[in-house]
């Protein structure tokens, strides 16, 4: 069987804080919505670098069958991030 996975990052940084948020798709079918509340000194990159981050390890969770053909996408408006990934 094969799982297609979807994650939907984002993060953000306002005059009421700093937080990221995440979206989980597990066949299509929202599994996780995750959000977190970062220390007002954390910048809008890093918000969403968390958010990111937090998504790969919300991937733990998921249980699937170990024979499971497993695809992965993160979607995030992270230039940055993007960026720096691409260079390693």
Known sequence: MEHTIHIYTD?????????SGIALYVNNKLTHQIKHKLNN????NQAGQTAILKALHALETIKLDNNTQ???????DSKITIFSLKKR
Not at 11 to 19: A, F, L, R
């Open 11 to 19: 993060g953000n940084k306002t005059k009421q804080g700093v937080g």
């Open 41 to 44: 000194r954390c910048s809008n």
């Open 70 to 76: 497993l695809t992965v996408k993160v979607f995030t």
